[in-house]
Structure formats: C-alpha cells, structure tokens
C-alpha cells in the first residue's frame, strides 16, 4: 500500500533552472496540497487541488505552478528556481470526510545554489 | 487569515505526562489536528478536534475549547520515540479541507 509517493527525494538545482516535482496518490483522494517546510516555520500551503483539472493558490505561490490532469497525480513545477525555494516539500492528500486528516509523502528535499 | 502559537520547545523525562498548547486565530473554524513528525520523516497524523472537549486515543489525548480559542495535545507515559515534533494545525471554511499549521514544537524526552 504506497500511500503518497514522491519524486525525486533529493534534488541540487541552479539558480534559473527549472524542474517539477511528482505526487502520485492511490487512495482515489479528491483533495491534493504542496506545502514547503523550512526551519523553524511549520508547513506553508503552496497550491491545492479539489479535483482532477481543479488548482488554487494556497499561502505562498509566487515562483510556483501546479498541474492536476489525472486524479492520482498533482505535479509542482518551478519555472526559474531560486535560493529562496531551497526547503522540503510535501506532498498530501485528503478524502472529503472531515477528520482533519492529510496524509502526506516522505518529502522531496530541493536545492537551488 | 489563520495563525496557530505553539511553545518552540519541550523537554521532559522518560515516563512523565507532558502537554503542548496551541492557541489560535482564525477568521473561520472547522477543528483543530496534531501532527507528529520525527526528523527526516513526513508529518503524521495524530488526532482532530471538531467539538469542544476530550478525544483519547491510546497514550495521547488532544482537547479543544472554541470558546477559548485554545487546544492541547496530551502524551502520557512517555517513551525515548516520542521525540518529534508536534504540530498542531486549523482546518478552515475552504473547501479543499486545506490545514493551517503552527510552527511546531520539538519534544526531547530525556531518559
């Protein structure tokens, strides 16, 4: 039972590149989130989604674009990464019950020099 | 908008009861969730409070009071693997179910 699986786990980039992280879910979860965890912060929405072709901005957007054309899926993509983004990222996803539950990945480790 | 406060930093010894708070505001309130997350993991989900009062689950217990604004997560008998962090986080009247989160606080238990 995978639960949410992320890729890449790790990742060096340069300042300007671009890349995309992967969320995958097979618990047929309506709701996804990225959120991004820094030191001493907690975890900061990035975008979400209620559903197959649906996205919304969360807390913090700016530099980030999302992209949900299947279900189980929920893609983050950084156009032109910056130091700034360097931080963990989790994906999660919910069913629509209300239990306040997320189930999250192990996270995806970025840097950007 | 929402925020959460939570104490940075907890620190108790082997066997003893331990309790982090969480207040918050919020312009809308659903309930309230723990987390634990230990370092390099993902979060875990711990419990959730929609209604005032005492939720149990084993060695953990969360409380909530809306009235108050206010919320605590209880760990009893505590064990060396109970060092993490806790997060506590507000569900608000977003449709996506989306949580806010507090900063966390890291719980060294000492033997």
């Known amino acids: 039972n995978a639960g949410v699986t992320q890729t890449p786990k790790f990742r060096v980039l340069k300042t300007g590149q671009s890349m995309t992280l992967l969320c995958a879910q097979d618990?047929?979860?309506?709701?996804m989130y990225w959120y991004r965890q820094d030191p001493g912060m907690g975890l900061r929405l990035i975008h979400y989604?209620?559903?197959?072709?649906?996205?919304a901005k969360g807390e913090v957007p700016d530099g980030y674009n999302v992209s949900r054309l299947k279900k189980q899926n929920f893609l983050l993509g950084l156009e032109s990464a910056a130091p700034s983004q360097t931080s963990v990222y989790f994906c999660?996803?919910?069913?629509?019950?209300?239990?306040?539950?997320?189930?999250f990945g192990e996270g995806s480790r970025l840097t950007v020099l | 908008g929402q925020s959460l406060e939570q104490p940075s930093e907890v620190t108790a010894v082997e066997g003893a009861i331990v309790q982090i708070n969480c207040t918050y505001q919020?312009?809308?309130?659903?309930?309230l969730s723990w987390y634990q997350q230990h370092d390099g993991g993902a979060p875990t989900f711990l419990s959730y409070?929609?209604?005032?009062g005492l939720e149990e689950t084993g060695r953990f217990s969360s409380f909530l009071s809306r009235s108050d604004s206010y919320g605590y997560l209880l760990l009893q008998e505590l064990q060396m693997k109970d060092s993490a962090s806790y997060f506590c986080?507000?569900?608000?009247?977003?449709?996506?179910?989306?949580?806010?989160f507090g900063s966390g606080t890291q719980l060294t238990v000492l033997p």
């Open positions: 618990m047929n979860h309506e709701y």
């Open positions: 919020t312009s809308g309130f659903y309930g």
């Open positions: 999660a996803s919910s069913n629509d019950y209300n239990t306040g539950e997320l189930f």
């Open positions: 989604s209620v559903g197959e072709g649906t996205t």
């Open positions: 409070n929609a209604l005032d």
């Open positions: 986080a507000v569900r608000g009247p977003g449709s996506a179910r989306q949580l806010t």
